[in-house]
Each structure stands twice: as C-alpha cells, then as structure tokens.
C-alpha cells in the first residue's frame, strides 16, 4: 500500500484542519492506519488509529475530545479532523498502516511499516 498524506497549513489557535491520508494499491479498510506527529526536537508520538478489524478509534489524551479520525472506503482515504488547534499541535504529521496480520490498531509508531510523507501543522498563538 501506498500512502499520500496531505492538508497541512498554517491556522490560528483554535482554528480547523482536515488532513488526508489517501491510499493507493490496497484498500484502506484492509489495514490498520495511524496519524503520528513530530515536532521538532521531539520524539514521534502517536495521535489517532482506526482499527483494521472493526473500525474501533483511539485517540492519544492529548488531543481527545478535538481530533476525529474517520475512514471513506469509496474514497480509500483516511481522514483526521483537527478542531480547537492549540500552537502545541504544531507539528510535521504523517500517517502510516500496517497490516491486520501484524497489528490489529496500534499508537507505537514501530508497529507500523507503510509511511506516507509529512504534511506540515502549524497553529499561530
């Protein structure tokens, strides 16, 4: 699978973003599809998975209660809905997924082998 991150920008505090993760070669509902982030200086971190299973949906505690993520399997895309942006949600984020054999949904950015590139977030205080 391939995968093509894009809709990053640079939005106030408290402004909106969707970004997409759209995939290529596979279905998307096949795997297991994770948004990570990483800021400079900082270790990746994981922000939101879709399990490949059933559809089930974690959110890191950071971002839980602003941050939906949501899959359009006509579209073959991965979506993540960022709401109530705050400047420490800048980041470079990127999605990955990996196959149900491996992981069934996952926030450790090692379990995953298929990354798409980075889309830049930037939120302005």
């Known amino acids: 699978v391939q995968l093509q991150a894009f809709g990053g920008g640079l939005v106030q505090a408290g402004g909106s973003l969707r970004l997409s993760c759209a995939a290529s070669?596979?279905?998307?509902?096949?795997?297991?599809i994770a948004w990570f982030r990483q800021a400079p200086g900082k270790e990746r971190e994981g922000v939101s998975c879709i399990s490949s299973s059933n559809g089930l949906t974690y959110y890191s505690d950071s971002v839980k209660g602003r941050f939906t993520i949501s899959r359009d399997n006509d579209k073959n895309t991965v979506y993540l809905q960022m709401n109530s942006l705050k400047p420490e949600d800048t980041a470079v984020y990127f999605c990955a997924a990996e196959a149900p054999y491996i992981i069934s949904a996952s926030m450790r950015h090692y379990e995953y082998g298929y990354w798409g590139q980075g889309t830049q977030v930037t939120v302005s205080s």
């Open positions: 070669g596979a279905k998307v509902d096949y795997y297991a």
